[in-house]
């Protein structure tokens, strides 16, 4: 397993954007699918974006498409999640977590690590 950090949240106007960070530790990040999740008050955790092992096969939740993109880097073990036009609905803590040797999934059930989350605001 790897163990994941993610960064970057904060408070942000709608229209706005943020860049989030998953920092991962473990020799082998490369062959590790890692996905973005968030959860809102009240509502169950939801994908937002995954990337399959690689980084070559993006994947991204309907409600996302066209606004966030996921990247990675994987000489420093980190997973990006650009998030354009931002809007209060995306309001939620968002998480990483990784899946050795997947593709980026959007079921929860598949990765068997998850780092602790960051806070993201979006006001109106």
């Known amino acids: 397993q790897v163990q994941l950090v993610e960064s970057g949240g904060g408070l942000v106007q709608a229209g706005g954007s943020l860049r989030l960070s998953c920092a991962a530790s473990g020799r082998t990040f490369s062959s590790y699918a890692v996905g973005w999740f968030r959860q809102s008050p009240g509502k169950e955790r939801e994908f937002v974006a995954g990337l399959s092992w690689g980084g070559s096969r993006p994947v991204y939740a309907d409600s996302v498409k066209g606004r966030f993109t996921i990247s990675s880097d994987n000489a420093n073990k980190t997973v990006y999640l650009q998030m354009n036009s931002l809007e209060p609905k995306d309001t939620a803590v968002y998480y990483c977590?990784?899946?050795?040797w997947g593709l980026g999934s959007p079921r929860e059930y598949e990765y068997e690590s998850w780092g602790r989350g960051t806070q993201v605001t979006v006001s109106s």
């Open positions: 977590a990784a899946d050795a």
